[in-house]
């Protein structure tokens, strides 16, 4: 658990807690990648008073995907060895826009899904090659069933639910751990003004599922657990039912 932590989405709530923890557990050296990576003095803050040796902030943009490679060569050329990577970026979008504006439909699934297979198809195979690391993503409960009220960015979800899965499946045996996590709605910046879903939970105690699952060797973590038994009846529910489903 100790190293180099990579945070893609260095702003983040999720990610950035997770690498507090980290870095109180013994990781010496986090790197925050996000846009506008200057703006960043809390979140560093946060991780200098949890133990973290070293925090460097670069710039990232998840969309531009043409730069994911050089960005991830640069990292490593620089710092060496990646031991823990927090995939951690992604937008939740306007459902109601997106129903009549494809341009914001196409924007919110490149984002939550074609940059996370992009930047992950590059990350497992530099992790592969140097025989060792851990990938977190992050999924979400709302691509196990996608519904109605949300059905672009939980479509975004599924496949990304599905690629990481599948990704997990191929690096079996290679020295590289992924480590999928579905979180039901989180109370964050990302929800500010939505009335809270039932059984939501909180970035920080989404971190601290997610720790408790790295430092037991999981391979999935639904958040809350309870979570995981509700969506397994969910998906049995006939879809005259689950279409009329407020969220």
């Known amino acids: 658990m100790g190293g180099t932590v990579l945070v893609l989405g260095g702003r983040s709530e999720i990610g950035v807690a997770v690498a507090q923890r980290l870095a109180a557990g013994g990781a010496d050296r986090v790197i925050l990648a996000a846009r506008r990576s200057a703006d960043l003095d809390d979140e560093e803050k946060l991780l200098r008073e949890a133990g973290a040796g070293t925090v460097e902030r670069v710039e990232f943009d998840a969309d531009d995907l043409d730069r994911h490679r050089p960005f991830l060569d640069d990292v490593i050329a620089r710092h060496g060895?990646?031991?823990?990577?927090?995939?951690?970026?992604?937008?939740l979008g306007e459902q109601a826009r997106a129903e009549s504006d494809a341009a914001h439909a196409v924007q919110i699934v490149h984002t939550d899904y074609v940059?996370?297979?992009?930047?992950?198809?590059?990350?497992?195979?530099?992790?592969?090659a140097q025989g060792s690391g851990?990938?977190?993503?992050?999924?979400s409960v709302a691509g196990v069933r996608v519904r109605r009220a949300n059905y672009v960015y939980g479509s975004a979800k599924a496949g990304l639910d599905g690629f990481t899965s599948g990704l997990a499946d191929a690096l079996y045996g290679s020295g590289v751990r992924v480590l999928l996590v579905r979180p039901g709605f989180v109370i964050g910046r990302m929800t500010a003004g939505m009335p809270p879903a039932p059984l939501s939970s909180t970035p920080d105690q989404v971190a601290d599922a997610t720790?408790?699952?790295?430092?037991?060797?999981?391979?999935?973590?639904?958040?809350?657990?309870?979570?995981?038994?509700?969506?397994?009846?969910?998906?049995?529910?006939?879809?005259?039912?689950?279409?009329?489903?407020?969220?």
């Open 134 to 139: 851990t990938l977190v993503v992050y999924s």
């Open 211 to 247: 720790v408790r699952a790295l430092r037991a060797g999981r391979g999935e973590v639904w958040v809350p657990a309870v979570l995981r038994p509700v969506f397994f009846g969910m998906r049995l529910l006939p879809r005259p039912i689950w279409r009329r489903l407020p969220r």
């Open 81 to 91: 060895r990646l031991d823990t990577v927090v995939v951690a970026f992604g937008i």
């Open 115 to 128: 940059a996370h297979v992009h930047v992950l198809t590059h990350l497992a195979e530099l992790l592969r």
